[in-house]
C-alpha cells in the first residue's frame, strides 16, 4: 500500500504542474462530476486523505473550508502540509494495523479497519484522477499519465 500512496501523491505533484498552465478561472470553472470544480476537486482527495489518516491515528478532524483554499497555490500548500503530516505514519505501516478498528468523529455508530480505510484513500484519488483526465480531454489538454508502470515505483 505505501507504493500505492507514494503513486498517488506522485500523480497529485504532475497533476498541480498541469494545473499551473491553466488559467485560474478554468480551475475554479464549476463542473458536472468530482467536486465541482478541478481545484475543489483536489482540495477534496486532501481533506479526505488527511481526516481519513487522522482518524486511524485518533486525532481529531480538522475540517477546513475550501473557501479558505481558493487558490492553486494555497491547494499545493495544503497538500504539502498534509503529506509532512502523513507521511511517516503512511511509510510505517505495518500488518498489524491491518485490522485496528477505527470510528471517524464525522460518522456516528460506524466503525472501520484501518486497513480498509487506507485502501478507499487509494482508490478514491485514483476515481478522482479519472475525473481530471476526462475534464483535461474536454479542455482540449493532455492529462497526466495515470501509469504506475515506468515511475520508478
Not at 13 to 19: A, P, Q, S, T, V
Not at 48 to 68: C, H, N, V, Y
Not at 87 to 113: A, Q, Y
Request: aromatic share 12%; charged share 25%.
Amino acid at each position: 500500500m505505501k507504493l500505492l500512496f507514494e503513486y498517488n501523491w506522485q500523480v497529485r505533484n504532475e497533476w498541480f504542474e498541469w494545473c499551473s498552465h491553466v488559467p485560474n478561472e478554468v480551475l475554479i470553472h464549476k463542473r458536472i462530476g468530482g467536486a465541482g470544480s478541478i481545484l475543489h476537486t483536489f482540495f477534496h482527495i486532501v481533506d479526505t486523505e488527511l481526516s481519513w489518516i487522522r482518524a486511524i491515528e485518533g486525532k481529531p478532524d480538522i475540517a477546513p473550508q475550501f473557501s479558505d483554499y481558493n487558490s492553486l497555490a494555497q491547494v499545493v500548500q495544503f497538500s504539502k502540509d498534509s503529506n509532512e503530516e502523513i507521511k511517516d505514519f503512511i511509510l510505517s505501516w505495518s500488518t498489524e494495523l491491518e485490522r485496528k478498528t477505527v470510528m471517524p468523529s464525522w460518522m456516528e455508530n460506524e466503525s472501520f479497519t484501518a486497513g480498509e480505510i487506507l485502501r478507499h484513500i487509494i482508490a478514491h484519488e485514483i476515481h478522482h484522477i479519472g475525473q481530471l483526465s476526462i475534464w483535461s480531454r474536454e479542455l482540449e489538454l493532455k492529462p497526466v499519465s495515470s501509469n504506475f508502470i515506468g515511475r520508478g515505483l
